[in-house]
């Protein structure tokens, strides 16, 4: 028998992660630069909105997927299903995304006067975000919840694009321009 089946498939596995999946993050930066240009603006100003959202949202399709997945009725397994293969895996590639849209501008901030360009401050995210993955439980816990914020500031980016969510939660009362004339008397 040939054993060589699984560790092949591990070392073809491995850098089709390295290379796909950053480059796939910055292909679906480069399709839709607006909408994540818009999400990234949301996380700058509602973090922990988005954090919240994004881990209701997270905890809400996993859970779908554990309890329609036990369930003896198809329809419900196909739920399962999608949540798991099509829902999950695209709030990964948002979420993460919009996080490293996110670390690269603040890592760029820090490392030098001048903003990046998308480019570049998404691929310095990446790379910061991936050498974060490097370590054990700190780096993990870090990764998650960049995640969870990015994919929910990329959730309330979309609904808001559709004006389900107004920009602003509060009314804020119109200033009135102070004149400089005196009143003439």
């Known amino acids: 028998m040939n054993n060589q089946g699984p560790r092949a498939l591990v070392f073809c596995l491995i850098p089709g992660l390295l290379c796909g999946f950053p480059t796939l993050l910055v292909l679906v930066t480069a399709l839709v630069p ?12 509602h973090t ?5 959202l994004g881990l209701i949202n ?33 709030m990964t590639v948002t979420g993460l995304a919009t996080a490293s849209g996110v ?36 780096g993990w816990l870090v990764l998650a919840v960049l995640l969870m914020t990015g994919f929910g500031a990329a959730l309330l980016a979309l609904l808001r694009r ?10 804020e009362a119109s200033a009135v321009p102070e004149s400089s004339e005196m009143p003439a008397e």
Not at 34 to 45: K, L, P, Q
Not at 79 to 87: K, R, T, Y
Not at 162 to 171: F, V
């Open 162 to 171: 559709n004006g389900t969510i107004p920009l602003e939660s509060r009314t």
């Open 103 to 138: 670390a690269g501008e603040r890592v760029l901030a820090l490392l030098t006067e001048r903003p990046g360009t998308p480019l570049g401050t998404l691929i310095m995210g990446i790379v910061c975000l991936g050498l974060s993955a490097l370590l054990p439980i700190i």
């Open 34 to 45: 607006t909408y994540f240009d818009r999400a990234r603006r949301i996380v700058s100003t």
């Open 58 to 90: 997270f905890i809400f399709f996993f859970a779908i997927a554990a309890v329609f997945g036990q369930a003896a009725f198809a329809p419900l397994k196909a739920i399962a299903v999608l949540s798991l293969l099509i829902v999950l895996p695209l």
């Open 48 to 52: 922990w909105q988005s954090f919240l």
